[in-house]
């Protein structure tokens, strides 16, 4: 049986197609196997609101949906029922973090528990990473991960709608921008380009595009390049923006991948 499964922290949250009998036997397996999971959960849906937020019900193991996920020496409280987390970001959260330079300032649009600011923060500790958030409880776990993270003085947190709350004191302002929401990437991006000083930086794309079974680098390629066209073309941007680098994150579905697009603006 092809079951998808996904750890976070002590949960294992596991998806599939199969039968019941099946799913039970899975699940039974990995938490006698695997001493660290202790909670299973079944992701009944796609996630598809705004929020991100899958979702999750109990299926097997103890009852304690309140988890820590450690990643590359940072810790995040949260619980995956209530906010968006996923552990197949791990590698992008560095891959950006490595990029940034000392004293930069940075805003993360979409922070959820503040995984990508918090591995910035703990990378470049002179940087500064406004973080918004509007999903009330992501935030409050942000709030808790940044105490337990010890970036205080660097990951900045805002709860509310990035949309007004960029507008309202962020333009002209940052260096480099993340945008880890491909739902809202096109939408962002003419605010995103306003918040940077000069309308001059970095930004740090993320989208979502159809890339059928046979995909390649000259796909996610091609769909960066095309959906960037799109969004210029329709919001009649002209700024010379240019695309740095692309790669593949993780598959959203089958045919739907969840791809970076590092952009820079001069
Ligand atoms: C895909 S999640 C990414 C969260 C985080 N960057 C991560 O990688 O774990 C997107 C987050 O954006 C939040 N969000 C959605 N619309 C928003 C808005 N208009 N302003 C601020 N946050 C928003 C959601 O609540 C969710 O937590």
Redesign the pocket.
Same mark, same amino acid.
């Given at each position: 049986m092809n079951v998808i499964s996904e750890q976070i922290g002590h949960i294992l949250i596991i998806r599939s197609k199969g039968n019941l009998k099946d799913l039970k036997r899975f699940a039974e397996e990995q938490l006698s196997k695997k001493k660290y999971i202790r909670t299973v959960l079944l992701q009944t849906n796609k996630v598809s609101n705004?929020?991100?937020v899958p979702s999750l019900r109990y299926f097997m193991g103890e009852k304690k949906f309140d988890t820590i996920h450690r990643e590359y020496g940072c810790k995040f409280y949260l619980n995956p029922a209530k906010? /968006? =987390? %996923?552990p197949r970001?791990s590698f992008e959260r560095q891959r950006i973090a490595s990029k940034v330079q000392e004293n930069e300032k940075i805003i993360n /649009? =979409? %922070?959820?528990?503040g995984?990508?600011s918090i591995c910035i923060a703990r990378k470049k500790p002179s940087s500064v990473i406004h973080s918004?958030?509007?999903?009330p409880v992501?935030y409050q776990y942000m709030i808790k991960n940044i105490e337990a993270n010890k970036c205080k003085n660097n990951v900045i947190p805002y709860l509310g709608?990035?949309?007004e709350i960029v507008k309202k004191q962020f333009i002209n302002y940052a260096d480099r921008i993340i945008l880890?929401?491909p739902m809202?990437a096109d939408r962002a991006l003419s605010l995103a380009i306003k918040a940077l000083s000069d309308e001059k930086g970095t930004i740090h794309w993320q989208i979502s595009g159809y890339i059928g079974k046979k995909e390649n680098k000259n796909d996610i390629e091609k769909i960066a390049k095309e959906r960037l066209e799109k969004v210029v073309r329709e919001n009649s941007l002209t700024n010379k923006i240019s695309i740095q680098f692309t790669r593949k994150i993780r598959s959203l579905s089958p045919n739907i991948a969840h791809i970076a697009v590092d952009l820079t603006v001069n």
């Open positions: 705004e929020e991100r906010v /968006f =987390f %996923s970001l /649009f =979409f %922070s959820g528990v995984p990508f918004i958030e509007l999903n992501a709608d990035a949309f880890p929401l809202l």
